[in-house]
């Protein structure tokens, strides 16, 4: 292609009207459609199965994801200590506390590498979240799944049991993914209170800032006291940052020192650091974030109700309801009507999870879910 083809291209063409004088990279983000909202995706598609915040990044990280691309020349040590020192203030936690990652997911896999081995086995619930297990492809240990109990809480018995014959690590996703469910924190609690040091917690807190449920509180509180518990956080769910890559743990600064071992350098990236320190300086985005998710949960509920369909409590973004008929059929339905809204998640297979999008969003769902009662195919 000649220079003057290559110019007309759309990518190219952007970049020459950034460089060369056609608008600033801001202007261009302006008129990006959807940047300010979050967005269905181009074709009109609207996602309702990651459990992802639909509002879209906050203004503020949006700005300093801007003011921060003069850096992306250089490494990204500038952001890493002021993201540190920003999120001990926002945990109320020391920077040694810390360890950062690559989304929560690096946390999981860098516990992993820290922690398993193959005399060391993962214990955790069924269903849960399942990437961690997802390691043992590459890295040999046990993994022993434990069904949730009918009350759909982790069976913090069975699970103690196990942990009680040798060194274990316990992952406990709670709120629960898929479920959305709660277990106890004051059962967690006291099995944290008399554990010993070779059992390893790993307390995944994605949704926290969902729950509203009285039994749950978060297990910041063990670090200090008990090496043995990690809290594991996000940047993805109530930030809205799943797309920037940025999850976090939290523990006594010796296991800090001793997962910060395994961490990648340059970690995390000039953006998401910028996105990250703006966030949460944005004190009014978790408000918003958990004011717009409970709008859209009362519109999925009310909805649910009035056709007569099965669901679980939730405390996250996300909920697992039944429908009447074939779940493949209805998603695939759903899908027709430019609405992604879940996958199978083993062993609840007649149960479909579906992520709160905008209300408005969650109003197209609702539509669409009441034409297929009438059309009786759920
Ligand atoms: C419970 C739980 N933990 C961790 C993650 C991974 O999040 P991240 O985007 O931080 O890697 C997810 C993502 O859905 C999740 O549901």
Request: glycine share 8%.
């Amino acid at each position: 292609m000649d220079r003057r083809g290559f110019v007309t291209t759309g990518l190219a063409a952007s970049i020459a009207g950034v460089s060369g004088g056609g608008g600033t990279l801001a202007a261009m983000l302006d008129r990006t459609p959807g940047w300010r909202t979050g967005k269905t995706l181009a074709d009109g598609t609207v996602k309702l199965s990651s459990n992802e915040n639909p509002l879209g990044l906050s203004p503020d990280a949006r700005e300093a994801v801007i003011e921060s691309l003069v850096d992306a020349n250089r490494y990204p040590g500038d952001y890493r200590g002021p993201l540190m020192e920003e999120l001990a203030r926002y945990l109320d936690v020391k920077v040694n506390n810390l360890t950062l990652g690559f989304g929560s997911t690096e946390i999981l896999q860098i516990a992993v590498q820290a922690f398993q081995g193959p005399n060391t086995p993962l214990i955790i619930a069924q269903p849960t979240f399942e990437d961690i297990s997802d390691y043992q492809d590459t890295m040999p240990f046990e993994v022993e799944a434990i069904p949730l109990t009918k009350d759909l809480q982790h069976d913090i018995g069975r699970m103690r049991e196990s942990a009680m014959r040798r060194p274990s690590v316990v992952y406990f996703c709670n709120p629960n993914n898929p479920t959305g469910t709660i277990t106890s924190s004051r059962d967690i609690d006291a099995w944290i209170a008399e554990a010993p040091e070779t059992t390893t917690f790993l307390m995944d807190e994605a949704y926290l800032e969902y729950a509203s449920d009285d039994s749950f509180w978060p297990a910041m509180k063990w670090i200090e006291e008990k090496p043995n518990v990690i809290v594991i956080r996000t940047f993805s769910k109530i930030f809205a940052m799943a797309g920037l890559r940025l999850g976090y743990a939290v523990s006594h600064p010796t296991t800090a020192r001793r997962l910060n071992e395994h961490t990648v350098q340059n970690s995390p990236s000039v953006v998401a650091g910028a996105a990250g320190i703006a966030s949460l300086k944005d004190k009014d985005l978790v408000n918003r974030a958990v004011t717009m998710n409970a709008e859209s949960k009362d519109i999925v509920h009310q909805t649910l109700d009035g056709l007569g369909l099965d669901y679980l409590p939730t405390n996250t973004n996300f909920i697992m309801h039944r429908i009447k008929g074939d779940l493949g059929e209805y998603r695939n339905r759903m899908a027709d009507e430019g609405l992604l809204v879940g996958r199978d998640f083993p062993p609840m297979l007649d149960y479909n999870r579906l992520s709160f999008g905008l209300p408005n969003e969650m109003d197209r769902w609702a539509e669409a879910i009441k034409g297929f009662r009438k059309k009786g195919w759920i």
